[in-house]
């Protein structure tokens, strides 16, 4: 089964080209690399590649570094599904 980041929080990192991504790692791991595609409500699909990963102390709880110019496809309740 693909890995699934189902999303809570969406961060900016000043002067980086990236947002932070937190949330809750269903069904396997994410990779730096990976290509994965966003869903979110009836927004269109988009693809980003996970660019950096930070693990939390709660199992599941990651952090991953997404390209800024997608920061429109994210937010609380956003999934991000990795390779199957």
Known sequence: MAARLIVERVAS?????????????????????DAVSISHGD?????????????????GKVTVAIDAGLAAALGPGAVISGPG
Do not use: D, S
């Open 13 to 33: 990192v000043w002067r980086r080209p990236w947002v932070m991504v937190t949330g809750r790692l269903e069904h396997g791991p994410l990779r730096v690399g």
């Open 43 to 59: 927004r269109p699909q988009v693809t980003a590649v996970i660019r950096a990963i930070e693990v939390h102390g709660p199992a």
